[in-house]
């Protein structure tokens, strides 16, 4: 039998202690470790949905570019889907599910999004809300050429909400009337 962790399955409750030796490509996703010792050119992107079930992060297209796939690579926006998981040993990794606090709560940008309604089907809002974390992170009050210049796209016509969110999380506003 296949070792547990090689198939996405969490090692031992992280001790604060340095990693073990391992026979895989390390990765923390969403502040959990894991190994994988399948194919090291298996997309990120497909590591995150079919191995480790988290179904947040976006198909969009075989180069990315549209941002429905965006996670944070050590903090930074990085396409899944043109990222093999042979890059990312030792990487750290925050995917949308990643984003509200343990105990449930949201991150103010997911609530600023429910507040502006600027959620359509929904496909592209992962996406977004993993770009307008970083930009808020980069910039705090970003300005609207900010968020346009953000690769998403949105099919449902939501770029107008979608900046109100992100200015409402900027101006502390998330959750308020
Ligand atoms: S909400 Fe449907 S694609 Fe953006």
Not at 1 to 13: C, D, F, S
Request: glycine share 12%; aromatic share 4%.
């Amino acid at each position: 039998m296949a070792p547990a962790q090689a198939h996405g399955v969490p090692l031992a409750a992280d001790s604060g202690a340095a990693p073990a030796a391992h026979d895989g490509i390390a990765v923390e996703v969403n502040g959990e470790r894991f190994v994988h010792a399948g194919d090291p050119q298996m997309p990120l992107l497909w590591y995150l949905r079919d191995v480790l079930w988290l179904t947040g992060t976006k198909y969009g297209g075989a180069h990315g570019g549209n941002g429905a796939d965006l996670v944070l690579v050590n903090g930074k926006p990085v396409s899944a889907i043109t990222q093999p998981m042979a890059k990312l040993d030792g990487k750290r990794i925050t995917t949308v599910e990643g984003l509200a606090a343990i105990d449930g709560t949201l991150h103010p940008l997911q609530q600023a999004f429910i507040d502006e309604d600027a959620i359509g089907c929904g496909y592209c809002t992962p996406g977004w809300l993993i770009a307008g974390c970083e930009l808020l992170q980069r910039k705090p009050q970003p300005t609207d050429a900010d968020i346009d210049q953000l690769p998403n796209t949105c099919r449902c016509g939501c770029q107008t909400r979608v900046r109100a969110a992100i200015k409402r999380a900027a101006a502390g506003k998330a959750g308020q009337a």
